[in-house]
């Protein structure tokens, strides 16, 4: 039983993309998710928070 290589190439590139279109779909849900909005807001300001103090 040989497999041929065109085969495996088809065979990965499909995967790959299949992969990749899971990951940005589970990534877009998370960052849409209701509750996270609270733990990202906190982050965007949180980088403002401490800068208004002059350099010791």
Request: charged share 25%.
């Amino acid at each position: 039983m040989s497999i041929e290589h065109d085969f495996l190439v088809g065979v990965s590139k499909s995967f790959g993309l299949f992969y990749l279109l899971a990951l940005s779909a589970a990534v877009l849900v998370y960052a849409y998710w209701p509750s996270n909005k609270k733990r990202f807001d906190s982050a965007a300001r949180s980088i403002l928070r401490d800068e208004d103090k002059p350099w010791p």
